[in-house]
């Protein structure tokens, strides 16, 4: 990895001096057990960082919570100047932070600088929306009285973070609770600890450069243990969590059992349709991408390729002549497509997917395998793999983190094909390759796709920032980013005022006195 320039990037990003028993302060409250981080790239310690005590987290909490006092009285507008000021320093470190996030994580150098660039577009989406914060007005039935609603900070946001976006996912949530009067506790996955702490130093910069309290945006650090004292603590209004369903259950239920608002963004299950009017080069560029991108660990990943009769051997062939040319190893050198997995417990699910499709009835057209020698030391490096099966196997209903397509094959119209992408218990991303407008249609349609996120002639994973991003039933129904999902940040406030000497109650009721 050091001739990619790890060490250099580090060094811009101020982290270069991590190691066991250093604090790295810039509100890190971690006076506990050491979380190291290893590249699954190379294998080797990039460094260790500090896990949040009882204590700890007691501290964070009375920081952010002293911060939010001057912050939500500060003008959107002027939060929103912060937020840009953010958005720029993250374009001077775009090539710093992607190499980070591709070492630590393992996605290619590419994506990485994509990630960041995600960062980037969300500053710049939040900057404009911190002069729209708009409520309505409404007409009131009494005569002089005005009623209108309004947007205020709700407090103290929680973030909990996965490793596959250890970045972008926290400035989609810290962007628009930023601009919104909120400040934020961020609990990055345990797994990329060293991204948190880049983009604290990057928050913390920006912050103090502008002599506002570092406890704005406050980072933690640990396992579910810290999560729990977030999601069980009535302190924080809104916690972000974004992970596993499973996850995603026991948060939600710690949550609501204290009546907070939850925003989650769990697993998907995201298939595409290929119809008998696709454009076969398109569909096997945006179904590969949308399958080995990130090594299929986006929780938009296409899992899925629902293929028409017609037209099933001729895609069989043409993915598995793409398969054959990908190019797997270090992330960081551009010649490769795809990159490691997170460690090696995601190697042995993946494994395990293998067997149990093949225990299902399904058969391996594009056979997997963990690679080893020279540049696969860490033992994190697998072989995308593609099998036929059928959409009921318990391990096709199952989302596997990992580069496994599962071909499926449907016959009659559109219908039959949109009854197998909707028969998932996720509901995030879905897409159609069609040149037809009735089928296209019908997949956006009401009886379409149930997913939040529904494509016509692109893949399932890359979304763009501007739109609301989420999805439906297990996915968790949360939204993030565009359109108007700042909502979920702010807690809105009805406001009737009288400017009479009367005082006439609502619906014409009499009470005299
Ligand atoms: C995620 O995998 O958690 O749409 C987020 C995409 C990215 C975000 C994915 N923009 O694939």
Redesign the pocket.
């Known amino acids: 990895a050091m001739e990619f320039g790890i060490n250099d990037a580090l060094k811009k990003l101020g982290i270069q001096d991590i190691n066991l028993g250093t604090s790295t302060g810039s509100n890190n409250f971690g006076s506990g057990e050491a979380i190291a981080s290893y590249s699954p790239v190379d294998g080797a310690l990039i460094g260790k960082v500090k896990s949040t005590t009882k204590t700890d987290y007691e501290q964070a909490m009375v920081t952010a919570t002293q911060a939010f006092k001057p912050w939500r009285k500060m003008p959107a507008p002027q939060r929103g100047e912060v937020v840009r000021q953010f958005g720029n320093k993250l374009r001077e470190l775009k090539e710093p932070l992607g190499k980070l996030v591709s070492y630590e994580m393992g996605k290619s150098y590419q994506e990485g600088l994509g990630e960041v660039q995600?960062m980037i577009d969300i500053c710049d989406f939040a900057v404009g929306l911190s002069r729209q914060l708009h409520g309505l007005t409404m007409h009131s039935e009494r005569p002089g009285h005005r009623m209108y609603e309004q947007y205020h900070p709700l407090g103290v946001v929680g973030i909990i973070s996965?490793f596959?976006?250890p970045v972008?996912?926290w400035a989609w949530n810290t962007a628009l609770a930023w601009v919104c009067g909120d400040v934020c506790i961020w609990k990055p996955s345990e797994k990329t600890p060293l991204c948190g702490i880049a983009c604290q130093h990057i928050a913390a910069s920006v912050l103090k450069a502008n002599g506002l309290p570092e406890g704005i945006s406050c980072l933690i650090n640990g396992d579910y243990k810290v999560g729990e004292m977030m999601t069980q603590d009535p302190r924080i209004p809104l916690i972000s969590a974004?992970g596993s369903i499973r996850m995603g259950k026991i948060v939600a239920q710690a949550v609501a059992a204290r009546l907070g608002k939850s925003l989650l963004?769990l697993g998907g299950n995201n298939a595409i349709i290929v119809t008998p009017d696709a454009d076969i080069k398109m569909t096997v560029i945006g179904a590969v991408f949308g399958a080995v991108g990130?090594a299929g660990q986006?929780?938009?990943?296409t899992r899925r390729l629902i293929i028409h009769e017609s037209m099933y051997e001729t895609v069989k062939e043409a993915l598995v002549k793409a398969y054959s040319q990908l190019r797997i190893g270090n992330p960081l050198d551009e010649k490769n497509h795809v990159g490691p997995l997170i460690d090696t417990d995601a190697v042995a699910n993946y494994q395990s997917a293998l067997t149990k499709v093949v225990e299902e009835g399904g058969k391996l057209i594009v056979e997997g395998g963990v690679l080893e020698g020279a540049g696969y030391e860490s033992g994190c490096y697998v072989k995308p793999a593609i099998a036929e099966a059928n959409n009921d196997f318990e391990i096709v209903q199952h989302e596997t983190f990992a580069p496994v397509l599962y071909l499926l094959k449907y016959s009659g119209d559109v219908n039959n094909a949109i009854e197998i992408q909707n028969g998932v218990v996720q509901g995030l991303?879905s897409a159609i390759m069609t040149n037809n407008l009735r089928e296209a249609e019908n997949f956006l349609s009401c009886a379409g796709s149930d997913c939040g996120i529904a494509n016509v002639n692109i893949g399932t994973?890359?979304?763009?920032?501007g739109g609301a991003?989420g999805g439906e039933k297990e996915t968790g129904g949360g939204r993030e980013s565009g359109s108007d999902a700042w909502k979920v940040y702010m807690r809105r406030q009805t406001n009737t005022i009288n400017y009479t000497t009367e005082l006439p109650l609502a619906q014409g009721i009499k009470f005299d006195l």
């Open positions: 995600e996965a596959n976006f972008a996912v974004t963004e990130t986006r929780c938009t990943s991303s994973s890359g979304a763009e920032i991003f």
